[in-house]
């Protein structure tokens, strides 16, 4: 695993391209009533969609657990499709502090962390980097289109209409 070795702008507020070779995955999470959803985009260097899944997690959470489980959720399915070379970005800062940083944390979120670096340890190079929220833009979109459902949304080559429009 790679940890912000490849000059990647931190903090950017617009979305760009990855590197040739690399995927950008954009991970998102939003509190709700009925518990917490979570959405991921991933595009390629040339900014063509790759894949999107959202899900809804029954359980009430706080914003930095929401992104720590969403992010995990995110990471999860890129190990499942043998997916590498991952820029993974979210507008969650703590996240990214804490993720990037090599102290422990043993609370119930930082074991959390902790899995999510375990599963980008089984991934090829992840690079994990904080954006501004309006460089998720894409992302929000699909979980307020989506995430109201109950079952895991998954989709591969061909976006969701809630999206298709902004790629």
Same mark, same amino acid.
């Given at each position: 695993?790679?940890?912000?070795?490849? $000059?990647?702008? /931190? *903090? *950017? /507020? *617009?979305?760009?391209?990855?590197?040739? !070779?690399?995927?950008?995955?954009?991970? %998102?999470?939003?509190? #709700?009533?009925? =518990?917490?959803?979570? !959405?991921? &985009?991933?595009?390629?260097?040339? =900014?063509?969609?790759?894949?999107?899944? %959202? =899900?809804?997690?029954? +359980?009430?959470?706080?914003?930095? #657990?929401? @992104?720590?489980?969403?992010?995990?959720?995110?990471?999860?399915?890129?190990?499942?499709?043998?997916?590498?070379?991952?820029?993974? @970005?979210?507008?969650?800062?703590?996240?990214?502090? $804490?993720?990037?940083?090599?102290?422990?944390?043993?609370?119930? &979120? !930082?074991?959390?962390?902790?899995? =999510?670096?375990?599963?980008?340890? %089984?991934?090829?190079?992840? &690079?994990?980097?904080?954006?501004?929220? +309006?460089?998720?833009?894409?992302?929000?979109?699909? #979980?307020?289109?989506?995430? *109201? +459902? /109950?079952?895991?949304?998954?989709?591969?080559?061909?976006?969701?209409?809630?999206?298709?429009?902004?790629?």
């Amino acid at each position: 695993m790679k940890v912000a070795s490849h $000059n990647l702008p /931190s *903090s *950017s /507020s *617009s979305w760009s391209l990855p590197p040739v !070779g690399r995927l950008k995955c954009n991970v %998102d999470a939003t509190i #709700m009533a009925n =518990g917490m959803g979570f !959405g991921a &985009v991933i595009r390629d260097h040339s =900014g063509s969609f790759v894949a999107a899944y %959202d =899900g809804l997690l029954r +359980s009430k959470l706080d914003p930095y #657990m929401a @992104e720590t489980l969403a992010i995990k959720e995110a990471l999860t399915c890129l190990k499942q499709r043998h997916m590498s070379h991952i820029i993974l @970005e979210t507008d969650c800062l703590n996240f990214c502090t $804490n993720y990037n940083s090599e102290s422990v944390d043993l609370s119930y &979120v !930082g074991l959390l962390l902790k899995h =999510g670096k375990v599963l980008a340890r %089984d991934i090829v190079d992840v &690079v994990v980097c904080h954006v501004q929220r +309006s460089a998720n833009h894409m992302v929000h979109a699909l #979980m307020r289109a989506t995430v *109201s +459902s /109950s079952v895991l949304g998954v989709w591969d080559i061909i976006p969701p209409d809630c999206i298709s429009g902004l790629l």
